[in-house]
């Protein structure tokens, strides 16, 4: 199968909540409100079938920090599976942190194998539950913790979001 991996556009949005919608009624994605689509559309990359221009993936980068950032909503529709299509849009993704100068991406998911062929590595907490200080500063930490994002949040594994509601892992990937 074919596809052009490309940035996406507002007329993608429908195309990716096809895909989040068909993860997340298992839990494996969380939901996320349409207008979150488009107010984070500027992240996403889309694969769209050559053949008739369908999309059939999507990824987004969302810059955290300086040098961290967070590979969200990797999706590929579950007919397209095994066709290379998340690694070779996973692989424009890291590139697209490398260009912007991250050097370190993080995610939560739980296709573990998956992610640990391109180089992420599971992390854990460290035994007070908070996240472990090789992964982030302190004085980062205290800036995150300003966020008002669930996937920041998250990363940081905050007690409001704990248990891990859907309970996948935290890796993370040196660039």
Not at 69 to 96: F, S
Request: aromatic share 8%; glycine share 8%.
């Amino acid at each position: 199968m074919e596809v052009t991996i490309r940035r996406a556009r507002t007329t993608d949005v429908r195309a990716v909540r096809r895909l989040i919608d068909s993860y997340s009624r298992d839990g494996i994605l969380l939901d996320k409100p349409t207008v979150a689509l488009f107010e984070s559309v500027q992240e996403f990359w889309v694969a769209e079938r050559d053949e008739d221009g369908t999309v059939v993936a999507c990824g987004a980068l969302h810059v955290m920090w300086e040098d961290l950032a967070e590979v969200r909503t990797l999706a590929v529709d579950p007919i397209c599976r095994g066709h290379g299509i998340g690694h070779i849009l996973l692989g424009r993704l890291l590139e697209t942190a490398r260009w912007l100068g991250v050097r370190r991406i993080f995610c939560l998911t739980f296709e573990v194998a998956f992610f640990a062929k391109h180089g992420f590595v599971e992390i854990g907490e460290t035994d007070d539950g908070t996240t472990d200080p090789a992964v982030i500063a302190t004085e980062v930490y205290e800036e995150l913790l300003r966020s008002y994002d669930e996937g920041v949040a998250e990363f940081l594994d905050l007690e409001r979001v704990k248990p891990n509601t859907l309970g996948n892992s935290r890796m993370l990937l040196h660039l």
